[in-house]
């Protein structure tokens, strides 16, 4: 497939041939693309990524050498780093992110799109001697579990060492992940990567290079992914947002599965009955708080399974089961503290960990925003700026990362790693909505359950460049991440049901954390008292909890939540759990703008659904 990608083969440099050379795999499509791309982008050398510890800590200590990481303090966070990206690079850039189906309908409405041929000869240029001065590293990875019956491999080729030692904790990579691709002849994603900034002979490297005009495409037919301009997260880590989201949406919908950005958690009821929920909510609308939950409430436990991605399968009876395709969890920083998450704080303290852009403390330690009650006197920002209390500005960027091996988070279940997956019995929508939309409700079936999803809204967060606190449409909380038509997202839903038998799909729930009170304040405490709405959906799915039909679904009345020691003024839980219809009737014309916006691709269904709540409303 990259048939465009011509390079000149007199330009690879001595290491780079010999690198080819002594290549450590026989696997002759992944030979022949490595040597192309290195024909077109020109490295100094080649380096064959095994994923050991000595590789770590080689490339580690470069990355401090070359002033892209601080080594942060032993005793508090052993073997772990702080890098600091450059100020214009610091989160993903949904403007500059393409899907380069063949056809403009086939991207759909809600996603850039230019023709698959134009894109690469456009990209072909840029890449056209971008690795100069720099080393090409090959990232053999899987996302998923490398025993699985039909394992999803991929390669990421990068000229960014932090890319490196960041997919080593978010996914499976390395020379077991080669050897099994080699002996499976199996096919794998190439996903192309980088920073866009040679460097001429004697030139000296910034410690975080990248480029101003940044290309996020997919091309979802060829299945693969080029990437251009941006060392952060989700434009960098290929495997992540690209591959197990925006790539494998378009190959979920042709195998009848699922890819989707949902958490997924594991409850077990006071009498030991065990429950998974994959829940989605937008960028930075609390996933990872939600995935790591502490219950308030006696004798209920959560374990965490995902905190991002899930993969929901369905077995030979039509029973869905879920997996989380990564290994590591890259987790919004601010906001995290002792109080909110503490096993997220429990799993960074254990070291191992790579921050982005969150501030230092005068002890060789990080700090953000929430992370503990007292500030601290003292900081260097993220922007490596002294910084005090009185600074006025934030200490660590909004969408500031630690990136973390999942495996440290002590309430891991042991279930994640199990191939097979879990029985997916819930799934959860939410958004960040100041009004309107009542901490919880269920849908009366399957398709008001996807209705509930395509309509979903949030307010835009600092995840994505761009404008924060704007109420948008973001169904399924993947606006950014289907890899097709989003008409046709919505159809593949609604068919998945037809397929596999509605009695067999997951009850669906929507949930919103973040209504707010006449005065401002937000009318659930949320957090760890999530727990109390866990609680209800879980004897919802078990028949024993009560609730009133609305017109927007079924919401507990305040006597079906168990609000037991709960801290919080009734009024404001009566505020958060209201359905106002006046409110409802005002979100319609939003909701008939989007679907035009949609087009034609719009299940019948889910219109219907539409219609069924307008007249709801009226009755
Ligand atoms: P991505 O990694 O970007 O996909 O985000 P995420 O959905 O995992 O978001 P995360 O859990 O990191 O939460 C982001 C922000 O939401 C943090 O600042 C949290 O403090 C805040 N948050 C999470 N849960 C709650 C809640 O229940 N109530 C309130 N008020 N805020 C919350
Ligand atoms: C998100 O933005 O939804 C993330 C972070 O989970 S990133 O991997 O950068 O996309
Ligand atoms: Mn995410």
């Known amino acids: 497939m990259t048939d465009i990608v011509v390079g000149n083969s007199d330009k690879l440099k001595p290491a780079v041939e010999e690198a080819l050379k002594s290549a450590p ?45 601080v080594r942060l303090n032993e005793d508090e966070f052993p073997n772990s780093f702080a890098a600091f990206s450059d100020p214009e690079d610091v989160a993903r850039v949904e403007e500059r992110t393409f899907i380069c189906s063949s056809t403009r309908e086939g991207a759909g409405p809600t996603n850039n799109w230019v023709d698959p041929e134009e894109m690469k000869a456009t990209l072909t240029e840029k890449y056209r001697g971008c690795m100069r001065g720099r080393t090409l590293y090959v990232i053999p990875f899987v996302m998923g579990h490398l025993g699985a019956k039909d394992p999803k491999f991929g390669v990421e080729l990068t000229d960014s060492a932090y890319v490196v030692c960041s997919m080593r904790i978010m996914a499976t990579i390395g020379q077991d992940v080669l050897r099994t691709m080699e002996e499976k002849d199996a096919f794998f994603v190439e996903a192309l990567h980088s920073v866009g900034a040679p460097l001429d002979e004697g030139q000296d490297d910034v410690a975080w290079p990248c480029n101003p005009d940044k290309y ?47 958490l997924i958690l594991k409850v077990t009821d006071p009498q030991g009955e065990t429950h998974y929920i994959s829940a989605a909510f937008p960028s930075a609308c609390g996933k990872t708080n939600f995935a790591m939950i502490e219950p308030t409430i006696e004798g209920w436990k959560a374990e965490m399974v995902g905190d991002d991605i899930s993969w929901i399968t369905f077995d030979d009876e039509g029973k869905p089961r879920v997996i989380n395709p990564e290994a590591g969890l890259f987790g919004v920083a601010p906001g995290t503290g002792w109080t909110t998450n503490p096993n997220a704080m429990r799993g960074v303290a254990k070291g191992n960990t790579i921050f982005t852009n969150v501030a230092l403390t005068d002890n060789g330690g990080v700090w953000w925003e929430g992370m503990t009650d007292e500030v601290p006197e003292h900081l260097i920002d993220w922007k490596g700026q002294d910084w005090t209390p009185d600074s006025g500005r934030p200490a660590a960027h909004p969408n500031s990362r630690f990136c973390t091996p999942i495996e440290q988070c002590d309430i891991v279940a042991p279930e994640y790693s199990d191939p097979d997956g879990v029985p997916l019995s819930a799934i959860v929508f939410g958004g960040r909505r100041k009004t309107t939309v009542p901490l919880v409700s269920e849908s009366f079936d399957w398709n008001h359950g996807v209705f509930q999803g395509a309509t979903l809204s949030s307010e835009t967060t600092a995840a994505a460049k761009g404008q924060v606190g704007v109420v948008r449409r973001d169904p399924m909380a993947m606006l950014p991440f289907i890899g097709y038509n989003a008409g046709d997202y919505l159809q593949h839903w609604v068919d998945i049901a037809k397929k596999y038998g509605e009695e067999n799909m997951p009850k669906i729930f929507y949930v919103n954390w973040f209504r707010r009170t006449p005065d401002g304040g937000f ?48 009024k404001d839980t009566e505020a958060a759990l209201a359905v106002n219809v006046d409110e409802w009737k005002e979100e319609l014309p939003g909701i008939d703008e989007w679907f035009e916006k949609l087009g034609d691709h719009v299940p019948a269904e889910v219109k219907e659904q539409r219609d069924a709540l307008g007249a709801r409303l009226d009755g």
């Open 25 to 69: 795999t026989q696997h002759q499509r992944l030979l022949d693309w490595v040597r192309e791309v290195a024909a077109l982008t020109e490295p100094e050398t080649i380096h064959w990524v095994d994923g050991s510890q000595e590789e770590w800590d080689r490339l580690t200590s470069e990355l401090v050498d070359a002033g892209t990481f």
């Open 216 to 262: 996020i495409v997919q091309f979802p037919e060829d299945r693969a992914i080029w990437s251009f301009g941006s060392g952060y997260g989700g434009n960098a880590l290929l495997g992540k947002k690209c591959y197990a989201l925006r790539i494998a949406s378009a190959i979920a919908h042709d195998e009848g599965w699922l890819a989707e950005h949902m």
């Open 523 to 570: 009318a659930w405490p949320g957090f760890g008292e999530n727990s109390r709405v866990v609680k209800w959906i879980v004897e919802r799915l078990q028949g024993t909890a009560g609730g009133k039909e609305t017109p927007v679904g079924i919401v507990p009345n305040v006597e079906d939540l168990d609000l037991t020691g709960l801290d919080a003024d009734p």
